[in-house]
């Protein structure tokens, strides 16, 4: 089944605790791309990949970082969280302008 | 940056109303998504309009891109409950611009 796989549905961490959130997709696409959405702020997009090993920033990187080793994976890392990075997190993949395939999405909050 | 606005930000209707959301975008865009979004799940893609002057129909739902390529709607016939969610636009200038998302419009359906 065609799918993007988040892991871990739900997290709860404390400021300054470094924290991975991974993406995987299984359809071979090259562009992959993480969103947070915040209530009444949409859709915000924080990293983009255009294919392995290139990456660039969205609206809203501040405070994150990606990688794109491999073309199936592209893991979010906070470094060191704080609180006003609680918010719900959506991984999506796509095959050239082709419609976005989503993840189920990650709650993080940040204590 | 590449805007796109989209309203109204909430809309509670009685089953059985008809529904509109409206977008536009602040540039002329290669094509536009719409997205739907159920409540605690993810976005889904709905459909893509390409050509100037495009109307897609999906059952009770039509969907319309303007001439100039700047602005979109999407319109729901006849309500049903199974309508509630948040529905988004995305817009994209063109080549392998990022899709640009609107803040979306959540729908409410009362029976």
């Known amino acids: 089944e065609a799918q993007v796989t988040q892991n871990p549905r739900y997290l709860i961490t404390v400021t300054g605790k470094k924290l991975t959130v991974t993406c995987s997709q299984n359809m071979n696409h090259e562009y992959m791309s993480w969103y947070r959405q915040d209530p009444g702020l949409g859709l915000r997009q924080i990293y983009y990949s255009m294919n392995v090993e290139v990456t660039d920033k969205g609206d809203v990187p501040e405070g994150y970082k990606v990688s794109r080793k491999e073309k199936r994976n592209f893991p979010l890392i906070l470094e060191s969280p704080s609180p006003n990075q609680t918010s719900l997190y959506f991984c999506a993949s796509r095959r050239g302008n082709e419609k976005l395939f989503f993840g189920s999405g990650t709650q993080l909050s940040v204590l | 940056g590449q805007q796109v606005m989209q309203i109204p930000q909430y809309q509670h ?57 700047k602005n979109s709607s999407l319109h729901i016939t006849a309500t049903q409950t199974t309508d509630v969610g948040t529905y988004f636009c995305a817009g994209q200038l063109g080549g392998n611009t990022p899709l640009v998302f609107g803040k979306g419009t959540r729908l409410s359906v009362i029976a």
Do not use: M
């Open chain 2, 13 to 69: 209707v009685q089953e059985g109303e008809d529904f509109t959301t409206y977008c536009n975008s602040s540039t002329t865009l290669s094509n536009i998504q719409w997205y739907k979004q159920r409540p605690g799940g993810h976005p889904v893609f709905l459909i893509q309009l390409v050509k100037s002057g495009e109307v897609k129909k999906q059952k009770r739902l039509t969907f319309q891109f303007g001439e100039a390529k």
